[in-house]
């Protein structure tokens, strides 16, 4: 059982990774001289590697679940949601893409209700409220265009599909220990790598159009966004497990307001007057939230 301190640390790290994380992925993928299907490949295999370090040293590689089905369609899902996330980074702007994301909020929850007969009223209430928050922000994306209807629509299916195949194929890791997590984490990852690397072999048997090696400057960047990506995942795990899961989530919600001001500074996309009503608002749900623990609890 982790402590107050660290778990504040590790969902503190787990939000702004996520952040920094969009913001790399905007640069890169925006670029016309760079291959989809290639920085995709790219960006499963580095933090598969990390994870296969991290199960070399911190876990047992015998009875690694590679050929559970959990495994399988976890990976399988994580892929379809994470090819349409990076496709649609290509095509719009962070903040667009965080708030249409998180509009899935009033999707997912009903979920757990459709396939286990399970629903938590109070954690359906807080999602929708910490969305609602965002809505200066969507009224300005409106406005000015910022959004493809086409492209938030795939975005929003490839979530609800990801969620819907982890209800039904895979189990909840916030109850597994350090040592299964880790596992289970690179087995997932090994899956993923071998369906984003589908496509990329069907192109090269059809076209002879191998893969695309960028330059090393950039190779150091995605590397490193590797190495990012799999500690948000091990940060994640942190936060959601033990006896402050609860207070953590009001600053996991704040991940969609982190990565319009992170965005605003590495990749200097545009905030404005929308971002500040939004933190506002949030501010306001957040001390709801809280009020809200404090009488359920008494």
Not at 77 to 86: D, H, K, L
Not at 199 to 207: A, M, S
Request: net charge positive; charged share 15%.
């Amino acid at each position: 059982m982790i402590g107050l301190g660290a778990a504040i640390g590790s969902t503190i790290f787990c939000v702004f990774s996520r952040a920094v994380l969009n913001s790399i992925d905007r640069s890169v993928l925006k670029r016309p001289d760079v291959d989809f299907l290639s920085a995709l490949i790219f960006n499963a295999v580095f933090p598969l590697v990390f994870a296969f370090l991290a199960t070399l040293a911190l876990a047992d590689f015998r009875h690694l679940p590679f050929f559970e089905l959990s495994s399988i369609m976890g990976g399988f899902a994580s892929q379809i949601a994470g090819a349409v996330y990076s496709f649609s980074l290509g095509k719009m702007p962070v903040r667009s893409i965080i708030t249409v994301n998180k509009s899935a909020d009033f999707i997912i929850p009903l979920i757990p209700l459709v396939i286990l007969q399970k629903f938590s009223l109070q954690d359906y209430v807080f999602s929708n409220l910490s969305t609602l928050a965002l809505f200066p922000i969507g009224w300005s994306i409106f406005r000015s265009n910022e959004a493809s209807g086409k492209y938030s629509l795939f975005l929003i299916g490839g979530l609800v599909f990801q969620v819907l195949i982890i209800q039904i194929f895979c189990s909840s890791i916030s109850n597994e220990s350090w040592q299964e997590f880790v596992k289970k984490v690179f087995c997932l990852l090994f899956w993923r790598t071998i369906f984003v690397g589908i496509p990329l072999l069907r192109r090269f048997i059809k076209t002879r159009e191998n893969l695309q090696f960028f330059s090393f400057k950039l190779m150091i960047c995605l590397l490193g966004r590797g190495l990012i990506s799999y500690l948000s995942q091990i940060a994640f795990f942190f936060s959601i497990t033990g006896r402050y899961a609860l207070a953590m989530w009001p600053i996991l919600n704040a991940g969609p307001l982190i990565s319009c001001f992170t965005a605003h500074v590495l990749i200097k996309e545009k905030t404005g007057s929308a971002e500040k009503w939004a933190f506002g608002l949030f501010s306001v749900v957040t001390v709801i939230y809280f009020l809200y623990i404090e009488w359920v609890k008494r």
